[in-house]
């Protein structure tokens, strides 16, 4: 079966320091023997990607809890708690879950493997579907709500891979894939000849470090675009 569900993936962003939350659109899920009968999905969502580590709770594509650590890689010790709580929260409210979400990377690799671990057994337990998001197209749909939509620009989240290397792949507007995600080390030369022909925007914790070595006139920064914070606090449909 698959299924095309509006949702929100709990991914993290900051904007002039408040939260918000924004909606992932038009996921398409490829989930093989779903068998959901409410029409009200509720969905875990769990991000451990960078070093923030958080879990959320939609329903309905509506955010109905959310928790957060901003101190490091602690995601080993709070991701269960965290995790837990929001399962509380459900109980209270005679709910129970979908489907757990979780952000695939790329990113680090121990928190990554706690996130997917963690999720992979919720599913397994529970007899739910997993749901795999990457991480960098959720940066993308964030800056698309930051900058807008332009069919001159193409989109390239970057997360820090240490000294100069950056994992990114390059989106256009409608959130197509036009360069697959690579480890890529920056210097000078780094996408000179797609920046000669098009415009490109370069955003995320990686993206920092490149301002002084891509200095092409088409490349444009966006900063304040990491996994931090959530962007846009009420989704209409």
Request: charged share 20%; net charge neutral.
């Amino acid at each position: 079966i698959f299924l095309k569900q509006e949702f929100f993936f709990h991914s993290w962003y900051q904007t002039h320091g408040q939260p918000f939350i924004f909606q992932l659109k038009s996921v398409l899920l490829h989930i093989n023997n779903l068998n959901i009968k409410r029409p009200r999905m509720v969905i875990l969502h769990i991000e451990t990607s960078t070093n923030v580590c958080s879990v959320a709770l939609s329903e309905a594509s509506k955010c109905i809890f959310k928790t957060s650590n901003f101190d490091g890689m602690n995601h080993a010790a709070l991701l269960s708690l965290f995790i837990e709580e929001a399962l509380s929260s459900l109980k209270k409210e005679n709910k129970k879950l979908d489907a757990v979400a979780v952000s695939s990377g790329p990113g680090s690799y121990t928190g990554l493997r706690i996130g997917v671990s963690t999720a992979k057994g919720l599913c397994y337990g529970l007899g739910i579907p997993l749901i795999a998001v990457s991480t960098l197209e959720t940066m993308t749909q964030a800056a698309l709500l930051s900058v807008g939509t332009s069919d001159h620009f193409l989109f390239a989240p970057m997360i820090d891979a240490r000294r100069m290397e950056v994992y990114t792949a390059f989106y256009d507007a409608q959130l197509q894939k036009t360069r697959e995600i690579s480890a890529d080390i920056i210097d000078e030369n780094s996408y000179r000849e797609t920046l000669a022909s098009q415009n490109v925007y370069f955003f995320g914790n990686g993206a920092e470090k490149c301002k002084a070595v891509i200095t092409h006139p088409n490349a444009h920064f966006i900063d304040n675009i990491v996994l931090n914070e959530i962007i846009k606090e009420k989704i209409n449909f």
